[in-house]
């Protein structure tokens, strides 16, 4: 990819028009100002998620189990998030391109009614399940009450948990990532500090044990998506929300959100049962591969993490340019993320590969674990480079609103490659847990060969939203 887009061809992505050269260095500005507080707040969600782990354990290893295998479940069905998101990120963004305000106020009002619908019928059908799915995962005796204690709580407050993701890609949505990254900081604080107290019963507050660390995210869930609603209600953006947004409010565009965002929650769905199905091919190889998996995976999210963050910039990006009919700038800005993703994972990947034995004796003392973790850190570190395109190959399609890709490559990623690919390296080869990650490597590189192949063809750009 050069650094310069070369001279503007008359293709049927990009019809001849008379316009500026395109500054590279804009496009990369843009990027980190969009990116930078995303990495930074997806970053603090991240943080809540291991501090609610820090004080749970502190009830013992059962309720930690019960919470491990609960959040298997609870992962499945938080991924039909994804539907009423991603449809929103594309709607929100390209009225916002289009500088249409009131389509665009309109267009949040949806997003947050479609979110607290999706949410209500999650909560119902996850709350009945609870019992039957954890039992199935493997829960037994106490881990089983302990998971449901929790579990339960978490279903209550998913007409919250929805809808937060919402206020932050609203924000984006408008230009103003740094409110989303501040409110997702300030909420993981709110929660890390409520979180003792009612599971403890510190200061007066009632002693709910591990329930009450699914009411302390629930309590801040609901703050969060107050703030937020009072923040466009009262006029703190150019987008205003009042009576007439939600007048405005039609069903067909409901139905446009949801079908956009359809198939891309149904591959984040099937790689969340993917990974359900991987799970017990590792626990064949005993609990010291378990525990390298588990622990070097998150050494590996950390990373994630920053590519992550330039997705959520990307996506409401491609929105803006696309609204504006600016095919070739969102061309290129895609093409400049995926190449900084690419350059960010290489780098992390390289540094986990030349550390991999200091940050193996970072979780495990024991010198038994010493290769196993060595092998682990520098095998996976190949896939990185492949994590970090495939990530942004699918931002780009999600801020044009083209989310088909991302659900038959979702699929082929997670059935016909990795899946197959772990249990063929692992046990028909041989290959033990080398093949295990070998597989995680091979699937990875494969899927993201497939998005750049599709991205290249630049249909993408010409979805109507």
């Given at each position: 990819?050069s650094?310069?887009?070369?001279?503007?061809q008359?293709?049927?992505?990009?019809?001849?028009e008379?316009?500026a050269p395109?500054?590279?260095g804009?496009?990369?500005?843009?990027?980190?100002r969009?990116?930078v507080?995303?990495?930074?707040?997806?970053?603090?969600?991240?943080l809540?998620n291991?501090?609610?782990m820090?004080w749970?354990?502190?009830?013992?290893?059962?309720?930690v189990?019960?919470?491990?295998?609960?959040?298997?479940?609870y992962?499945?069905?938080?991924?039909?998030?994804?539907?009423?998101?991603?449809?929103?990120?594309?709607?929100?963004?390209?009225r916002?391109?289009?500088?249409?305000i009131?389509?665009t106020?309109?267009?949040?009002?949806?997003a947050?009614?479609l979110?607290?619908?999706?949410?209500?019928?999650?909560?119902?059908?996850?709350?009945?399940?609870?019992?039957?799915?954890?039992?199935?995962?493997?829960?037994?005796?106490?881990?089983?009450?302990?998971a449901?204690?929790?579990g339960?709580?978490?279903f209550?407050?998913?007409?919250f948990?929805?809808?937060?993701?919402t206020?932050?890609?609203?924000?984006r949505?408008?230009?103003h990532?740094?409110?989303?990254?501040v409110?997702?900081?300030?909420?993981?604080?709110?929660?890390?500090?409520?979180n003792?107290?009612l599971?403890?019963?510190?200061?007066?507050f009632?002693?709910?044990?591990?329930a009450?660390?699914a009411?302390?995210?629930?309590?801040?869930?609901?703050l969060?998506?107050?703030?937020?609603?009072?923040?466009?209600?009262?006029?703190s953006?150019?987008i205003?929300?009042?009576?007439?947004?939600?007048?405005?409010?039609?069903?067909?565009?409901?139905w446009?959100?949801f079908?956009?965002?359809?198939?891309?929650?149904?591959?984040s769905?099937?790689?969340?049962?993917?990974?359900?199905?991987?799970?017990p091919i590792?626990?064949?190889?005993?609990?010291?591969?378990?525990?390298?998996?588990?622990?070097?995976?998150?050494?590996?999210?950390?990373?994630?993490?920053?590519?992550?963050?330039?997705?959520l910039?990307?996506?409401?990006?491609?929105?803006?340019?696309?609204?504006?009919?600016?095919?070739?700038?969102?061309?290129?800005?895609?093409?400049?993320?995926i190449?900084l993703g690419?350059i960010?994972?290489?780098?992390?990947g390289?540094?986990?590969a030349?550390?991999?034995?200091p940050?193996?004796?970072?979780f495990?003392?024991?010198?038994?674990?010493?290769?196993?973790?060595?092998t682990f850190?520098?095998?996976?570190?190949?896939?990185?480079?492949f994590?970090?395109?495939?990530?942004?190959?699918?931002?780009?399609?999600?801020?044009a609103?083209?989310?088909?890709?991302?659900?038959?490559i979702?699929?082929i990623?997670a059935?016909?490659?990795q899946v197959?690919?772990i249990w063929?390296?692992a046990?028909?080869l041989?290959?033990?847990?080398a093949?295990?990650?070998?597989?995680?490597?091979?699937?990875e590189?494969?899927?993201?060969i497939?998005?750049g192949w599709?991205?290249s063809?630049?249909?993408?750009l010409?979805?109507?939203?």
């Open positions: 990819m650094t310069q887009p070369g001279p503007v008359a293709t049927e992505a990009f019809p001849v008379p316009r395109i500054d590279a804009h496009i990369y500005r843009s990027l980190l969009m990116g507080p995303s990495v930074i707040g997806f970053a603090a969600t991240q809540y291991l501090t609610d820090f749970v354990s502190r009830l013992g290893p059962e309720p189990a019960g919470l491990a295998i609960f959040g298997a479940f992962w499945v069905m938080s991924s039909v998030n994804q539907i009423a998101g991603v449809g929103s990120v594309a709607v929100i963004a390209r916002y391109g289009q500088n249409d009131t389509r106020q309109t267009a949040i009002v949806e947050f009614v979110k607290f619908v999706t949410a209500a019928i999650c909560a119902v059908i996850g709350y009945l399940l609870t019992p039957t799915i954890v039992r199935m995962l493997g829960a037994r005796d106490q881990v089983v009450e302990y449901v204690r929790y339960r709580v978490m209550i407050g998913l007409v948990n929805f809808p937060v993701w206020v932050f890609t609203c924000l949505g408008i230009d990532p740094r409110y989303a990254m409110i997702m900081i300030a909420s993981t604080v709110f929660n890390a500090i409520l003792p107290f599971i403890f019963g510190l200061w007066g009632p002693r709910l044990g591990v009450g660390s009411w302390a995210s629930n309590i801040g869930y609901m969060t998506v107050i703030v937020g609603l009072l923040m466009f209600f009262r006029g953006f150019r205003r929300l009042d009576w007439n947004s939600i007048r405005r409010m039609h069903i067909s565009t409901l446009q959100m079908g956009i965002g359809l198939p891309s929650g149904v591959g769905i099937s790689f969340s049962l993917a990974r359900l199905v991987v799970t590792i626990a064949h190889f005993g609990a010291a591969v378990v525990a390298i998996y588990g622990a070097g995976s998150r050494v590996i999210e950390l990373g994630i993490v920053l590519v992550v963050g330039l997705e910039g990307l996506s409401p990006l491609i929105g803006h340019a696309l609204g504006a009919k600016d095919k070739l700038l969102a061309w290129v800005t895609a093409r400049k993320a190449r690419i960010v994972m290489v780098i992390y390289a540094l986990m030349v550390f991999a034995a940050l193996t004796r970072v495990f003392a024991d010198p038994a674990f010493g290769e196993l973790g060595t850190f520098r095998i996976m570190a190949l896939s990185l480079p994590v970090g395109a495939f990530i942004l190959f699918e931002g780009a399609f999600t801020g609103g083209n989310t088909l890709p991302t659900m038959v979702g699929l990623h059935w016909i490659l197959p690919l063929l390296f046990k028909p041989g290959w033990g847990p093949g295990v990650w070998c597989g995680f490597v091979a699937s590189a494969g899927s993201a497939i998005y599709w991205f063809r630049r249909r993408w010409h979805q109507e939203v």
